[in-house]
């Protein structure tokens, strides 16, 4: 092999191993440490689809592997009719939690605490706190969570969370894209780069979907000097809204 | 399963097990099986006078050694719980249909007295009969409030120590890496607090608040230049003594202190769990049928216009 | 003997522990805490919301009239730790609610608790003096 495309294909390889083998700082209890403040840079929360512009709307490339989502076919009416009552049947649009994976990619940082065990992911966005458990058991029986009930383990650098007990009000985005309370996700956070996570989430609904389908995308951290979480309540303005309106 | 058969057998295995906790929780409620409620054992300090527990709490913990953390930091991780009286009204107050009742939790002053202005006194009446309380709301409550009466997990790192709530699933983060405050121009419900250790004692400076949760029910109130500083000491394996001091010039007459126990959860397997409750709040909208409105905020400049207009109208 | 004394003392604090900890504004602002109620009808649909549960029943009067009444109970967490899941308070299961009355006359009531059937009786986890 001539000595440059071997230097070449050397340095494709170390890339790729570099972004393969990443091996995170650890925390005192020795996990890889997935502290910090992160945000999603991508258009999910319009639409996890790949998407064209409108106005307020920027366009978009979806975070759906393979770009479908396989509705059962009575669920697809259902996503339509979504669609068309967006505008008031976003859980968004009331101030109400978003639910699992959402919060992940909404417009607002987060930030991730990390114990032995326990991860507390809290974001912005109307306070919501996951608490991502590495104890205990989902609840049994009809117990049902806005953000779910997320219970984890850790697979060498990646941290894998299993989510059940969901109620059936969220959306996926803004777009309509729904579940019902059957959802099971099951999520990856990986560290790939001092400043990188990648997150992989398998989505499973017997009752909405013929198969379960995924989503990926990468978390950015907010590398900005003293960068700290803040609040947006939306709740808490949109009752003084109403209040100036009665 | 039957349910009295469930007690049957729950007190059985707690006979057997001699938990003597067990079989309380066993007989507890109207025979149903409670398999997580939170568990809080007696502190060696009286529970029940502020003034007390602030005395005792203090002297206490001279001799005692809290948990560590791996790098040498008082641990304050764990579940907590707080008691109801201050929520009801700062000062001393009876039993009514309506409050449980207690003892002032004002430490400072000793008469345990809100040091309100007057013009101040004449604006929590005002926000008593008006205003919907943000607890009701499902808003959170700021510093100390949100710490008065919940039910509590503290997460605690080299970094930060996360005070999470499940009511409201209220948050506050509370950064001990020393930096900075955030710009004056930012407001926020749960403030922005900076932490450090003297010796076994967690010390709290809270500002940036917004000025929009009151201190009690009985419309207590401060403004966005309010700073709360906290002390935070564990002095019983169980009991953290929490100390809050207020100081709001435009508002109250001098600083004041309000001290309460925070008492562990020793409860097995206890979890916080999620409480949607704006997402099912009807009860607001009962309130402001009955026409409680929310309430505005009141900021340092809305305070120092109200405060000279009061002046203004005592001098005619 | 000092264990009893500690059952006691950690019972009588139990007892205070299970008040309602997200008790927003006062009970009596919006119910009549001297006027307890009565009520045996047929659930026609339970909400597990916060901050208050709300099981809706259908009440037949003196005149053999449906009057619908909408009963508050505690928190969904309050009463899932008890073990209570929504199977158990199924739609057209008949049930016996104590509770007061509501102060804008409406027909709602805060449970202080209900009776099922079988006889268990589901604390409304409302009431803090209980």
Redesign the interface.
Same mark, same amino acid.
């Given at each position: 092999m001539k000595p440059a495309l071997a230097l070449l294909v050397f340095a494709i390889l170390s890339v790729t191993a570099y972004a393969q083998s990443y091996r995170a700082p650890r925390?005192?209890a020795g996990q890889p440490d997935l502290?910090g403040i992160w945000q999603a840079v991508n258009t999910a929360v319009w639409n996890i689809q790949d998407h064209s512009a409108s106005l307020g709307v920027p366009a978009g490339q979806g975070i759906v592997d393979g770009n479908e989502i396989p509705y059962r076919q009575e669920a697809l009416a259902k996503r339509r009719e979504n669609y068309r009552n967006r505008a008031t049947e976003d859980?968004e649009r009331r101030?109400?939690?978003v639910g699992t994976p959402r919060i992940l990619y909404m417009p607002y940082p987060f930030?991730i =605490?990390? +114990?032995r065990d326990?991860i507390?992911i809290?974001s912005e966005y =109307?306070? +919501? =706190?996951r608490?991502i458990?590495l104890? %205990?058991q989902h609840?049994a %029986?009809?117990?049902?969570?806005?953000?779910g009930d997320s219970r984890a383990r850790w697979e060498g650098e990646t941290l894998v969370v299993d989510v059940r007990n969901f109620?059936d009000?969220t959306w996926f985005d803004r777009s309509g894209n729904y579940h019902s309370d059957a959802l099971h996700v099951v999520e990856r956070f990986t560290r790939t780069s001092p400043d990188h996570i990648q997150y992989e989430a398998t989505i499973e609904d017997p009752k909405t979907f013929t198969r379960p389908w995924k989503i990926s995308m990468p978390l950015y951290r907010r590398v900005e000097t003293?960068v700290?979480?803040? *609040?947006y *309540?939306c709740?808490?303005y949109l *009752?003084?809204e109403r209040?100036a309106r009665? | 399963m039957s349910c009295g058969s469930v007690v049957r057998v729950m007190l059985l295995a707690a006979i057997v097990a001699g938990g003597w906790r067990s079989v309380v929780i066993a007989q507890q409620a109207s025979g149903a099986a409670i398999p997580s409620l939170p568990t809080r054992p007696d502190s060696v300090c009286p529970d029940d006078n502020p003034i007390a527990v602030r005395a005792c709490g203090r002297e206490r913990a001279n001799t005692f050694t809290p948990p560590k953390t791996p790098d040498g930091k008082p641990d304050f991780s764990g579940f907590w719980g707080g008691s109801q009286v201050a929520h009801e009204n700062l000062e001393a107050h009876v039993r009514t249909p309506d409050d449980n009742g207690g003892p002032s939790v004002i430490v400072d002053p000793p008469d345990g007295k809100v040091p309100i202005q007057p013009w101040a006194e004449v604006k929590r009446l005002e926000n008593r009969a008006r205003y919907i309380d943000q607890n009701a709301q499902c808003f959170q409550s700021g510093v100390p409030r949100h710490l008065y009466m919940g039910t509590y997990q503290f997460l605690q790192t080299p970094a930060y120590l996360v005070q999470l709530s499940e009511e409201t699933n209220a948050v506050r983060i509370i950064a001990l890496d020393g930096r900075p405050h955030v710009g004056k121009d930012i407001v926020l419900w749960q403030g922005d607090s900076r932490g450090h250790f003297e010796g076994n004692t967690l010390v709290v400076e809270t500002t940036n608040q917004n000025g929009m949760p009151r201190l009690d029910q009985q419309g207590h109130f401060y403004t966005d230049a309010a700073t709360v500083t906290e002390r935070f000491t564990m002095f019983d394996p169980n009991t953290i003594l929490y100390e809050a001091t207020i100081d709001d010039p435009l508002v109250y007459t001098r600083p004041f202190t309000i001290a309460i126990g925070l008492h562990r959860n020793t409860r097995q397997g206890y979890e916080l769990w999620e409480e949607s409750c704006y997402e099912g709040e009807s009860n607001a909208t009962h309130l402001l049928n009955l026409g409680y409105r929310n309430y505005p905020g009141f900021s340092a400049k809305d305070a120092q216009i109200a405060k000279e207009a009061y002046e203004r109208s005592r001098t005619r | 003997m000092k264990a009893r004394h500690h059952v006691a003392i950690v019972a009588l604090m139990l007892v205070i522990r299970l008040m309602p900890t997200h008790a927003h504004h006062s009970l009596s602002v919006e119910f009549d805490t001297d006027k307890t109620v009565t009520l045996t009808g047929t659930i026609t649909e339970m909400k597990w919301s916060n901050p208050h549960g709300w099981l809706y029943i259908d009440v037949k009067d003196a005149q053999g009239d449906i009057q619908k009444w909408a009963v508050e109970f505690a928190s969904p967490n309050q009463l899932y730790r008890r073990g209570w899941r929504r199977e158990d308070l199924p739609v057209n299961a008949s049930v016996v609610v104590n509770g007061y009355r509501s102060r804008d006359n409406s027909a709602r009531i805060s449970a202080t608790d209900v009776k099922l059937p079988d006889g268990r009786t589901l604390f409304a986890g409302n009431n803090e003096k209980q």
């Open positions: 925390t005192p502290q859980p101030c109400f939690m930030q =605490v990390q +114990t326990q507390a809290i =109307v306070h +919501t =706190v608490s458990r104890t %205990g609840p %029986g009809s117990v049902q969570w806005w953000m109620t009000q003293n700290q979480l803040l *609040e *309540e709740q808490a *009752e003084a209040d009665r | - | -």
